[in-house]
């Protein structure tokens, strides 16, 4: 049996968007007929996984059916535990999606390294650029790498010389970029380039994300998202560009869809249906 493909959502800073991003990833593949998985590492905050059961109470009180991840947070003390509760719930899932806390933690740097995509959400700041490099304060060029760009160079490199023993693909790291219409034009200039420069050094990509914007808190409740139309009532203008931004990023992401659905469009639903299908 073949293993889900890991997507693992991690930042060692919070307030990235980095749980928002998560869900909205994993509800996207599950609209498109995959099956999903999804393990909150953060037991404390638990975001995701209050999100997930927030869309379940939606689902039996309003008595629709949501795609959406099968989910659960993580109980064990130690990596292997952790390994048995992925692949319990990862068993028959042809994507697992992890959400880690927002610092340093053992978990969040195991399932990081073992990442087949990687996502580090950021804002586009200098404070969260510092995660993975360092500037110099005058010409803003890349100085040095950070502690978690090592990780990740090191991991990626382990990976490399096993890769074809455990049939895993290549990590992917994607550095995505949220709420980039906070920025002024210079500031987003310098790290355009700083990311570009940064890039080539350590081997990641890096995409537009999700701006920053209410209806994402303002969905956390009902455990709703941006894609199930038919459910969220009357939309605005800026709903429809923040469908197309997740739109722009699930195509970015390039994640390998189930065999059975090679060839579908990562389109979000396009219909207004009076209730979402299964």
């Known amino acids: 049996m073949s293993m889900p493909h890991r997507i693992v959502f991690a930042n060692e800073k919070g307030g990235t968007g980095k749980s928002t991003t998560a869900v909205h990833v994993a509800v996207a593949l599950a609209y498109q007929g995959a099956r999903v998985a999804a393990l909150d590492l953060d037991t404390r ?63 969040a740097r195991h399932v990081a390294a073992s990442a087949d995509t990687l996502v580090t959400p950021m804002n586009d700041s200098f404070v969260d650029f510092d995660l993975i490099g360092q500037v110099d304060a005058e010409s803003f060029k890349v100085r040095k790498l950070s502690f978690y760009s090592e990780l990740i160079w090191e991991a990626r490199i382990k990976r490399s010389r096993v890769q074809i023993e455990q049939e895993r693909r290549e990590m992917d790291w994607v550095v995505v970029r949220n709420r980039t219409g906070y920025t002024d034009a210079r500031n987003q200039r310098r790290i355009d ?20 914007r209410v209806i994402y808190r303002e969905l956390f409740p009902s455990g709703l998202t941006l894609l199930d139309k038919g459910h969220l009532g009357e939309l605005g203008t800026s709903h429809l560009v923040a469908r197309q931004e997740l739109r722009n990023l699930l195509q970015n ?26």
């Open 253 to 278: 992401l390039r994640l390998p869809m189930p065999s059975e659905n090679q060839g579908r469009d990562v389109a979000l639903p396009s219909t207004e249906p009076a209730t979402v299908a299964a």
């Open 45 to 107: 905050q638990a975001t995701l996984f209050r999100y997930c059961e927030n869309r379940a109470a939606t689902q039996a009180r309003r008595d629709v059916k949501l795609p959406g991840p099968v989910f659960d947070t993580c109980h064990g003390d130690t990596i292997e535990a952790l390994e048995e509760e992925a692949a319990r719930i990862g068993e028959d899932a042809d994507f697992i999606v992890f959400d880690t806390p927002g610092r340093d933690d053992p978990f």
């Open 193 to 212: 380039e700083a990311l570009t420069e940064l890039s080539k050094r350590v081997g990641f990509r890096a995409v537009q994300g999700l701006s920053e």
